[in-house]
């Protein structure tokens, strides 16, 4: 008898603790991406005409419905004990987004740099792209040298000739310095400066400076960036994008960033702070 009473106590408990959820039969076309509360459930199906969602706790809910290209669908229901179903209306497309362009600096900057050149010791031969120049200053500067890479050697009786490539980005500063003492060739970047990214599509997780940044809105801006040149990463879906971004003292560098066919993959410019 004891047993028995045990029994019907256990089946109690679990029908009361099945009364608590229920079922939801969200009916839509396949190919869907199907939120729960902001929670990822899966992918609607032609075989479960859209997506069966099983055990889901009584109280107020929010089912939101995405897919790339189209305006996300939120839906909010009431869950009680009686399985329910959810039916989509179609999707809107979603507006084209124009992005503002930044003014961009003179279109002069586009094509050349310029380059300042320093040394240990001060005085030495600089030879750039096959070119000598007397180096017996502090720092000498040439100008307008035309973006693109350079090759540099910096020579002095008593210590051994050194040799480097540098990059002169199209309107920026470059700073180098041959370091004789050391054997090495070394650029140089002072100062701080800003990013901001806008991606097609807007959703987007980028890698930069040993960072994971998700971004979920119209543009991610990262700031107090010391000065130079960074390698990243921009992911999509398992696509990936790479490229250098150049960071320059008192300058927002402003790259897009698109995945789709036909725009170029990245395209930078610059404007003061």
Request: glycine share 6%; hydrophobic share 35%.
């Amino acid at each position: 008898m004891k047993s028995l009473r045990w029994f019907c106590l256990l089946m109690l408990i679990s029908v009361t603790a099945v009364s608590f959820a229920t079922d939801i039969q969200v009916s839509c076309p396949p190919d869907l991406r199907i939120y729960l509360d902001n929670q990822f459930m899966g992918t609607s199906t032609t075989v479960q005409d859209g997506l069966f969602l099983m055990d889901v706790r009584k109280g107020t809910h929010t089912i939101r419905v995405e897919k790339d290209g189209f305006v996300p669908q939120n839906i909010q229901i009431e869950v009680s004990s009686q399985p329910i179903e959810v039916r989509v209306g179609q999707l809107s497309p979603a507006p084209s987004v124009r992005y503002l362009k930044e003014p961009e600096p003179d279109k002069v900057e586009q094509l050349f740099g310029d380059l300042v050149i320093t040394s240990a010791p001060q005085n030495c031969v600089v030879e750039i792209d096959g070119k000598t120049e007397t180096k017996d200053t502090p720092q000498i500067s040439i100008n307008d040298l035309a973006a693109g890479e350079h090759t540099i050697s910096f020579r002095k009786p008593g210590f051994e000739t050194i040799s480097g490539v540098i990059r002169i980005p199209p309107g920026a500063e470059v700073t180098v310095r041959g370091n004789l003492f050391e054997g090495e060739v070394e650029t140089i970047h002072k100062g701080r400066g800003s990013l901001k990214i806008y991606s097609k599509p807007k959703r987007c997780t980028v890698h930069f400076r040993g960072k994971r940044e998700d971004k979920i809105h119209l543009t991610l801006n990262l700031t107090r960036i010391p000065a130079g040149e960074y390698p990243m990463v921009v992911e999509i879906k398992g696509r990936e994008l790479s490229t250098n971004v150049l960071i320059r003292d008192e300058m927002k560098t402003v790259l897009e960033v698109s995945f789709m066919k036909g725009d170029e993959p990245f395209t930078v410019s610059y404007v003061p702070h």
